[in-house]
């Protein structure tokens, strides 16, 4: 995938490392959690590779098991590791017990266990989608055992 405009925003600042930034009392309307739930780009090339994306936790294991075909696109890993975290973080959300979606100061998502523990599922979903380790599923496993 090549947009010019990002390309030229990217040589200025970087990679994409994170999702919008929101202020104040966002993380306490009900729509967060459907806008960070969204993950379109992953759920395509889920939809792709024949695998269905329900929220589950079996489901992360078949993203585990998609064929990395986006590893030699750099603008493509990114977005693609921002919506694997985001899923995996929606996972937790909708699963664990307690689990909910948190914001840091400057607006990066993360997941708050109901012992106070944060999860940065986002950077889970860079690792994830760079070389494929950790396994979402190792790490839903291990946030879901507390």
Known sequence: MNISFLGNWRKKRGPALGVAVFSGRAAEHAGLADLLAECELLRAQANRAGVELDDSAASLEAVDQLVPRWRDDEELLSWLGNDAGLYLG?????????????LRS???????????????VVAAGHEWAVSGVPELSWVYAEVAEG
Do not use: Y
Request: no cysteine; proline share 7%.
């Open 90 to 102: 929606t996972v937790v959300v909708r699963t664990v017990p307690g689990a909910g979606w948190a």
């Open 106 to 120: 400057g607006g990066q998502p993360v997941v708050r266990l109901a012992s106070g523990r944060e999860i940065d």
